[in-house]
């Protein structure tokens, strides 16, 4: 089994706020796989459902960002998954909002959901980090993470959920590069050049 972790605050007041990006990932998948609904279990939402043949829980803590790792260990404990398959979706200002990485082991870079995790359960586990820009001045983190997205960062943020859960296949059997490869490709594809060709006169001509 999978455990996929996606982290937020639980309200409507947060819902669209950059911290919730996490949320908004894993809602992503549970859509697009047709998961069983979300209920209410481990201090959490759970939905259950199965990708590339791989049994998946995807979890949303309830308990606020900053004791994530309290709903994570109660369900990692119950489905008794080893920290290593657990996979974590996360914001990071350290990226540029719509720059992704996935990331293994290491620390948690002072992220409050993070930081709960690693406290639960180590730092074994896998992260997505979804880029959502710095404000530039450290005292202003706080606040930029807890606003909500602009009406033209929201289009954006829907389009990289979207590549996303059309990726998560790659995360399901451990091809991190070919997720990240496939998620650039669908929002940056390639532009199809025409060839050129010469006429029976010897002009270039463009070909499709």
Request: with cysteine; aromatic share 8%; glycine share 12%.
């Given at each position: 089994?999978?455990?996929?972790v996606?982290?937020?605050?639980?309200g409507?007041d947060?819902?669209?706020?950059?911290?919730?990006?996490?949320?908004m990932?894993?809602?992503?998948i549970?859509?697009?796989?047709r998961?069983?609904s979300?209920r209410?279990?481990?201090?959490?939402?759970i939905?259950?459902?199965?990708?590339?043949?791989?049994r998946?829980?995807v979890?949303?803590?309830?308990?606020f960002?900053?004791r994530s790792?309290?709903?994570v260990?109660g369900?990692q404990?119950?489905?008794k998954?080893p920290?290593?398959?657990?996979?974590?979706f996360?914001?990071?200002i350290?990226?540029?909002?719509?720059k992704?990485?996935?990331?293994?082991d290491?620390?948690h870079?002072?992220?409050?959901?993070?930081?709960?995790i690693?406290?639960?359960?180590?730092p074994?586990?896998?992260?997505?980090?979804?880029g959502?820009g710095?404000?530039?001045?450290?005292d202003?983190?706080?606040s930029?993470?807890?606003?909500?997205?602009?009406?033209a960062?929201?289009?954006?943020v829907?389009?990289?959920v979207?590549?996303?859960?059309?990726a998560?296949?790659?995360?399901?059997?451990?091809d991190?590069?070919?997720?990240?490869?496939?998620?650039?490709?669908?929002?940056?594809?390639p532009?199809?050049?025409?060839r050129?060709?010469?006429?029976?006169?010897g002009?270039?001509?463009?070909r499709?």
């Amino acid at each position: 089994m999978l455990l996929v972790v996606g982290l937020g605050n639980p309200g409507s007041d947060y819902a669209r706020n950059r911290h919730n990006v996490g949320f908004m990932a894993v809602d992503g998948i549970v859509h697009r796989y047709r998961f069983s609904s979300f209920r209410g279990k481990f201090q959490g939402q759970i939905a259950e459902g199965e990708v590339a043949g791989r049994r998946i829980c995807v979890l949303k803590p309830m308990t606020f960002m900053n004791r994530s790792g309290d709903s994570v260990l109660g369900a990692q404990r119950f489905f008794k998954v080893p920290p290593e398959n657990v996979l974590v979706f996360h914001d990071e200002i350290d990226l540029a909002r719509g720059k992704l990485r996935v990331k293994r082991d290491g620390g948690h870079a002072g992220h409050n959901g993070l930081r709960s995790i690693h406290a639960r359960i180590g730092p074994a586990y896998r992260r997505v980090r979804i880029g959502v820009g710095h404000p530039g001045d450290k005292d202003r983190v706080a606040s930029h993470v807890l606003k909500d997205f602009s009406k033209a960062e929201a289009g954006e943020v829907e389009r990289m959920v979207e590549a996303m859960a059309e990726a998560f296949p790659f995360l399901v059997v451990d091809d991190d590069a070919g997720f990240m490869t496939r998620v650039s490709l669908i929002l940056n594809p390639p532009v199809h050049k025409p060839r050129k060709e010469a006429d029976d006169n010897g002009n270039s001509q463009e070909r499709e």
